[in-house]
Protein backbone atom coordinates (compact mmCIF):
# COMPACT_ATOMS: atom_id res chain seq x y z
CA UNK A 1 0.00 0.00 0.00
CA UNK A 2 1.13 3.40 -0.78
CA UNK A 3 -0.30 6.57 1.43
CA UNK A 4 -0.32 10.20 -0.14
CA UNK A 5 -1.17 13.06 1.80
CA UNK A 6 -1.57 16.34 -0.27
CA UNK A 7 -2.01 20.29 1.09
CA UNK A 8 -1.77 23.51 -0.35
CA UNK A 9 -4.73 24.21 -1.23
CA UNK A 10 -5.93 27.95 -0.65
CA UNK A 11 -8.01 30.96 -2.08
CA UNK A 12 -6.22 32.68 -4.48
CA UNK A 13 -6.85 36.01 -6.18
CA UNK A 14 -6.38 35.46 -10.32
CA UNK A 15 -2.75 35.87 -11.51
CA UNK A 16 -0.98 34.44 -7.72
CA UNK A 17 0.37 31.27 -7.15
CA UNK A 18 0.14 28.57 -4.89
CA UNK A 19 1.97 25.47 -4.21
CA UNK A 20 0.52 22.07 -3.51
CA UNK A 21 2.31 19.14 -1.79
CA UNK A 22 1.88 15.43 -2.06
CA UNK A 23 3.73 13.24 0.75
CA UNK A 24 4.12 9.58 -0.36
CA UNK A 25 4.62 6.69 2.31
CA UNK A 26 4.77 3.14 2.44
CA UNK A 27 5.48 0.69 -0.65
CA UNK A 28 6.98 3.23 -2.19
CA UNK A 29 9.22 0.89 -4.37
CA UNK A 30 6.72 0.42 -6.46
CA UNK A 31 5.65 3.65 -7.81
CA UNK A 32 6.89 4.68 -11.34
CA UNK A 33 5.22 8.08 -11.88
CA UNK A 34 3.40 10.28 -9.80
CA UNK A 35 1.48 13.45 -10.54
CA UNK A 36 -1.64 15.94 -10.05
CA UNK A 37 -5.29 15.87 -11.41
CA UNK A 38 -7.68 18.37 -10.60
CA UNK A 39 -11.87 17.72 -11.49
CA UNK A 40 -13.72 20.93 -11.30
CA UNK A 41 -17.62 20.87 -10.62
CA UNK A 42 -19.45 19.24 -13.27
CA UNK A 43 -16.00 18.04 -15.11
CA UNK A 44 -14.15 15.23 -15.47
CA UNK A 45 -11.07 14.52 -13.71
CA UNK A 46 -8.17 15.48 -15.60
CA UNK A 47 -4.65 14.91 -15.93
CA UNK A 48 -2.63 18.42 -14.83
CA UNK A 49 0.97 17.17 -14.80
CA UNK A 50 2.92 14.03 -13.96
CA UNK A 51 6.70 13.24 -13.42
CA UNK A 52 8.44 9.69 -13.61
CA UNK A 53 11.09 8.30 -11.21
CA UNK A 54 13.61 9.27 -13.85
CA UNK A 55 12.54 12.73 -13.52
CA UNK A 56 10.89 12.94 -17.15
CA UNK A 57 7.43 15.50 -16.54
CA UNK A 58 4.57 15.79 -18.63
CA UNK A 59 1.80 18.77 -18.54
CA UNK A 60 -2.08 19.57 -20.02
CA UNK A 61 -1.37 22.09 -22.84
CA UNK A 62 -3.87 24.44 -20.31
CA UNK A 63 -1.00 24.56 -17.64
CA UNK A 64 2.20 24.49 -19.85
CA UNK A 65 4.30 27.57 -18.93
CA UNK A 66 2.71 28.66 -15.65
CA UNK A 67 2.61 24.95 -13.34
CA UNK A 68 5.09 23.08 -12.59
CA UNK A 69 5.77 19.28 -11.09
CA UNK A 70 8.78 18.33 -9.30
CA UNK A 71 10.01 15.81 -6.62
CA UNK A 72 12.35 15.60 -3.73
CA UNK A 73 13.47 12.12 -3.44
CA UNK A 74 14.58 12.49 -0.34
CA UNK A 75 11.31 13.71 1.68
CA UNK A 76 9.14 11.39 -0.95
CA UNK A 77 7.36 14.71 -1.56
CA UNK A 78 6.09 15.82 -5.39
CA UNK A 79 5.26 19.02 -5.58
CA UNK A 80 2.71 21.44 -8.21
CA UNK A 81 3.69 25.09 -8.32
CA UNK A 82 1.19 26.89 -9.86
CA UNK A 83 2.05 30.58 -11.08
CA UNK A 84 -0.17 32.61 -13.07
CA UNK A 85 -3.50 31.82 -11.90
CA UNK A 86 -6.83 31.45 -13.63
CA UNK A 87 -10.41 31.43 -12.11
CA UNK A 88 -10.37 28.03 -14.77
CA UNK A 89 -7.71 26.73 -12.51
CA UNK A 90 -10.31 26.16 -9.54
CA UNK A 91 -10.55 22.61 -8.99
CA UNK A 92 -10.09 20.23 -6.37
CA UNK A 93 -6.66 18.82 -6.92
CA UNK A 94 -6.22 15.25 -6.14
CA UNK A 95 -2.25 13.69 -5.49
CA UNK A 96 -1.70 10.14 -7.65
CA UNK A 97 0.83 7.57 -7.58
CA UNK A 98 1.10 5.16 -10.56
CA UNK A 99 2.40 1.58 -9.09
CA UNK A 100 3.65 -1.44 -10.93
CA UNK A 101 0.90 -3.95 -11.42
CA UNK A 102 -1.55 -0.96 -12.91
CA UNK A 103 -2.43 0.56 -9.38
CA UNK A 104 -3.09 3.76 -8.88
CA UNK A 105 -3.13 5.67 -5.85
CA UNK A 106 -4.82 8.61 -4.52
CA UNK A 107 -4.59 11.57 -2.04
CA UNK A 108 -7.55 12.92 -0.43
CA UNK A 109 -7.77 16.03 -2.24
CA UNK A 110 -7.41 19.56 -1.98
CA UNK A 111 -9.51 23.14 -2.98
CA UNK A 112 -8.01 25.22 -5.35
CA UNK A 113 -10.09 28.59 -5.67
CA UNK A 114 -9.19 31.38 -7.84
CA UNK A 115 -11.07 34.18 -7.50
CA UNK A 116 -11.02 37.79 -6.94
Known amino acids: QVQLVNSGGALVQPGGSLRLSCAAS????????MGWYRQAPGKQRELVAA???????NYADSVKGRFTISRDNAKNTVYLQMNSLKPEDTAVYYC??????????WGQGTQVTVSS
Open 26 to 33: GRLFSIYS
Open 96 to 105: NAAATGNVAY
Open 51 to 57: ITSGGST
